[in-house]
């Protein structure tokens, strides 16, 4: 978590910056790290902060975004999807149970 009595906080424009370039000599757009702020990479989220209205992170917490990238104990979230037949069972289920509660 940022702590900014000890961090210096820095726009996402200023940390697209920091950040080294990548395909073709391009700096990481400004949209990507507020992806990574948001939703995050791999299960890691950007440390971020809101001032007024600007969002904010700071060079330590990309540091820590970074390290936690690399070591390779990140956990992926998998969803489990239904086939069509489980689907059709569920939805049968749910709406047997709808008319049973009266709707």
């Not at 001032?51 to 936690?68: D, I, K, M, P, Y």
């Not at 979230?77 to 709808?98: C, G, I, N, W």
Request: charged share 30%; net charge positive.
């Amino acid at each position: 978590m940022i702590d900014p009595k000890f961090e210096k906080l820095i726009t996402l424009k200023q940390a697209t910056r920091m950040i080294p370039k990548r395909r073709r000599g391009k700096r990481v757009h400004i949209s990507c790290l507020y992806r990574w702020t948001l939703n995050g990479v791999r299960g890691v989220i950007l440390e971020s902060l809101q001032v007024g209205g600007t969002r904010c992170t700071s060079r330590e917490a990309l540091h820590r975004f970074f390290e936690r990238l690399s070591e390779g104990t990140v956990t992926i979230q998998h969803f489990h999807t239904r086939t069509p037949s489980q689907r059709a069972r569920d939805d049968e289920r749910a709406r047997q149970e709808l008319i049973k509660a009266g709707y």
